[in-house]
Nanobody, 124 residues
Framework: QVQLVESGGGLVQAGGSLRLSCTAS????????MGWFRQAPGKEREFVAT??????????YYADSVKGRFTISRDNAKNTVFLQMNSLKPEDTAVYYC???????????????WGQGTQVTVSS
């Protein structure tokens, strides 16, 4: 069982930056692929980014809409995954959810474990 707790959301002006954090419980964090998804009002949840579990080269993958602006990283010693968001746009406004999988995370097949979400609001 993995429990995920996100933090770092808030209100920011367009062009600004935020860093989201997601801390996981348990001693097997490094064995999980981690990802971020988001859900805007009235829209379906969508994939944002993923980073592989330790041992697979920490490969990353991003949605086209955030590529070059967002960076996912992880600190296995702290059981934490980060999402650095730069050059934020109003269309980035959403609730951001942390996700964990024992295998891999792909855009249309998230992992089993979810956090409670953190709100990101970007004003124009």
């Amino acid at each position: 069982q993995v429990q995920l707790v996100e933090s770092g959301g808030g209100l920011v002006q367009a062009g600004g930056s935020l860093r989201l954090s997601c801390t996981a419980s348990g001693r097997t964090f490094s064995s999980y692929a981690m990802g971020w998804f988001r859900q805007a009002p009235g829209k379906e949840r969508e994939f944002v980014a993923t980073i592989s579990r330790y041992g697979l080269g920490l490969s990353t993958y991003y949605a086209d809409s955030v590529k070059g602006r967002f960076t996912i990283s992880r600190d296995n010693a702290k059981n934490t995954v980060f999402l650095q968001m730069n050059s934020l746009k109003p269309e980035d406004t959403a609730v951001y959810y942390c996700n964990a999988a024992a295998g891999t995370i792909v855009p249309d097949n998230p992992g089993h474990y979810w956090g409670q979400g953190t709100q990101v609001t970007v004003s124009s």
